[in-house]
Structures are given as C-alpha cells and as structure tokens.
T-cell receptor, first 111, second 117 residues
C-alpha cells in the first residue's frame, strides 16, 4: 500500500526566506505527483502537478521536483510571503484514480 | 463555474442518527471523489465514481457508510448510524478525466465538517 510522508510537519520562518518542503512515497510506480495548498476551513487548491516522466514543474515562486526512482519530491518556495501561510499537501496517483495524500506541512510565514 | 459545491458546510448530530452529505461536481467532470480528513489519519479516499458508476469503494470504512451518484450533477455520502469516531471533514472532489492518464487535477469542494456527539 502506498504511503506518503511529509517532513517537516510544521515550519515557521520569517518573511522573505526561501524554503523547501519534502515529500517521500514508498511505491515508485506512480502516474503523477501533485502539491496542494489548504487554507483553514477551506478545500484544497492544486498548485503543481508533475507527471511521472517529468522532473520538475514551476509556477511563479513555486518549483516542485520529482525523483521517482528514489520516491522523493520537494516543493521550493522562493521569497516567502505571509500569504503563503497554509498547509501544503503532497499527493500521488498510483494504479487507481484516487489520490494518496501525505499529512501535510503546516507553514507559517512571520511578517 | 461555481466549483464543487458541498452541503451542509457544518453538521452536528447525535450518535445513532443518520447523516447525509451532498455534493455537486463541476459540470462536465466525469469523475467524483469522496475523501475524509482527520488529524490522526490525514486525507483518505473513501470512494470514487466514473460516469456515475462507483469504481473503487475500498476506502469506505464500514457498512454504515454508503455513497450514491444518481446523476452526473449530484452525489450523496450517507452514514447510518453515525458514531463519534466519524467526526471529520468530508471533502468531495471532481475531475475531468481519470488521474492516472492525464495531467488533469482534482478540484475540491470546501468540505463538510461533521461532528457526532
């Protein structure tokens, strides 16, 4: 059974810093990996989707990488802002169509 | 489009009562997913539908849980009877195509926060 682990569980940094969130998964047979953002009391918003054949995806200040063979992904956030404060979830798609999620990294950006 | 719509947003009920959660997916999306989120277990897939047909319900925790999709624009998740351990946030999501074969992502509703006393 696929397991997804996210480290750290929580992170607090001053505004302006660059930071990295980590995600690992146990079964490398995935179709794609996605990073989501969840704000308190709200649903999830997709940030980046990396197909299994890709190595990275970029959107604005966000860059996600994928190393399928080692079962790892990172989400890099450049020049963090208070508005980036949220929970970031990593999810993978394996043989079926549903997503398997990590428990998330709770990020706080201090003004 | 209004996005995925869920109702109610909050539900408080007593143990033993029947609970029905509702979801309206984005128009034109062929896939609908139900997830449950708790602090202990995170987000878990309960069941998903393709063209209104249940495809995988292996995540449904017990026979007390059932889900239906009578048409392309409506789905329900029912818990009968409810128990305190069912307290969680239940999310509905929809996607245009299957996750394993495309770059299409899932679009999530705002969730229903269920509290069973």
């Amino acid at each position: 059974k696929q397991e997804v682990t996210q480290i750290p569980a929580a992170l607090s940094v001053p505004e302006g810093e660059n930071l990295v969130l980590n995600c690992s998964f146990t079964d490398s047979a995935i179709y794609n990996l996605q990073w989501f953002r969840q704000d308190p009391g709200k649903g999830l918003t997709s940030l980046l989707l990396i197909q299994s054949s890709q190595r990275e995806q970029t959107s604005g200040r966000l860059n996600a990488s994928l190393d399928k063979s080692s079962g790892r992904s990172t989400l890099y956030i450049a020049a963090s802002q208070p508005g980036d404060s949220a929970t970031y979830l990593c999810a993978v798609v394996g043989g079926a169509d549903g997503l398997t999620f990590g428990k998330g990294t709770h990020l706080i950006i201090q003004p | 489009d209004a996005g995925v719509i869920q109702s109610p947003r909050h539900e408080v009920t007593e143990m033993g009562q029947e609970v029905t959660l509702r979801c309206k997916p984005i128009s034109g999306h062929d896939y609908l997913f139900w997830y449950r989120q708790t602090m202990m277990r995170g987000l878990e897939l309960l069941i998903y539908f393709n063209n209104n047909v249940p495809i995988d319900d292996s995540g449904m925790p017990e026979d007390r849980f059932s889900a239906k999709m009578p048409n392309a624009s409506f789905s329900t998740l029912k818990i009968q009877p409810s128990e305190p351990r069912d307290s969680a946030v239940y999310f509905c999501a929809s996607s245009l195509t299957g996750q394993g074969t495309s770059t299409d992502t899932q679009y999530f509703g705002p969730g229903t926060r269920l509290t069973v006393l």
